[in-house]
């Protein structure tokens, strides 16, 4: 049975940063691609960023890209999402994913299998 289980998020102030984890059980990172959604109020869920099997490659949305990093460790089947300079519109729901090919399939749920049960991030101006 896979789990994904997030924790990390809070509120906090525009520019500062914040780390969300995301620990998996019944599944292996060598075979499943991981990513980061997250919804705002009134707003689709949306992708922010994806990490390759392995580690091998990642990718993030425009609005995220060099604030945003996302990482693995294998050793405690955990992905972090590490986020920098936040803003205000980062406000939302961020929800961990594992599927197949999430960085091809950019963007589509269709492709997600699992999901987390998601964690809140704030971020006040």
């Known amino acids: 049975q896979v789990q994904l289980v997030e924790s990390g998020g809070g509120l906090v102030q525009a520019g500062d940063s914040l780390r969300l984890s995301c620990a998996a059980s019944?599944?292996?990172?060598?075979?499943?691609?991981m990513g980061w959604f997250r919804q705002a109020p009134g707003k689709e869920r949306e992708i922010v960023g994806a990490?390759?099997?392995?580690?091998?490659?990642?990718r993030f949305a425009d609005s995220v890209k060099g604030r945003f990093t996302i990482s693995t460790d294998n050793a405690k089947n955990t992905v972090y999402l590490s986020m920098n300079s936040l803003k205000p519109e980062d406000t939302a729901i961020y929800y961990c994913?594992?599927?197949?090919?999430?960085?091809?399939?950019?963007?589509?749920?269709?492709?997600?299998?699992?999901w987390g049960q998601g964690t809140q991030v704030t971020v006040s101006s």
């Open positions: 994913a594992a599927g197949r090919r999430l960085i091809t399939y950019w963007g589509n749920r269709r492709y997600v299998d699992y």
């Open positions: 019944g599944l292996s990172f060598s075979s499943t691609s």
């Open positions: 990490i390759g099997w392995s580690g091998g490659s990642t």
